[in-house]
């Protein structure tokens, strides 16, 4: 059963950083591209960066130049790496998995973990 769970959530002041981790269990890691999306109560799920088997990456213009995504093949696990936040910022963080996805479609990522709340006050 593949599972992911999401760890490094918190509140933090605005322009402070937080790194979120996703470590991805119970399946073959082979070909699976992992992403973060976040979704704040009342709007849809809004993608925020991925990254694929080969590394590449896709980071979302809202985010670009503050927050940064990497993985560890081996170890199965992602990060994400968010500096300079804003109140913007605040939303519930999910790692997603799945093969052949894109950022820009959340209903094409097969696997989620149940999220990391992150909380941004001035």
């Known amino acids: 059963q593949v599972q992911l769970v999401e760890s490094g959530g918190g509140s933090v002041q605005v322009g402070g950083s937080l790194k979120l981790t996703c470590r991805f269990s119970g399946a073959s890691f082979s070909g699976i591209s992992m992403a973060w999306f976040r979704q704040v109560p009342g709007k849809e799920r809004e993608g925020v960066a991925d990254?694929?088997?080969?590394?590449?990456?896709t980071i979302s213009d809202s985010v670009k130049g503050r927050f940064t995504i990497s993985r560890d093949i081996a170890a199965m696990t992602m990060w994400l790496q968010m500096n300079n936040l804003t109140s913007e910022d605040t939303a519930m963080y999910y790692c997603?998995?799945?093969?052949?996805?894109?950022?820009?479609?959340?209903?094409?990522?097969?696997?989620w973990g149940q999220g990391t709340q992150v909380t941004v006050s001035s």
């Open positions: 997603a998995a799945g093969r052949g996805a894109i950022l820009t479609a959340p209903h094409l990522w097969t696997y």
């Open positions: 990254i694929r088997i080969s590394g590449a990456s």
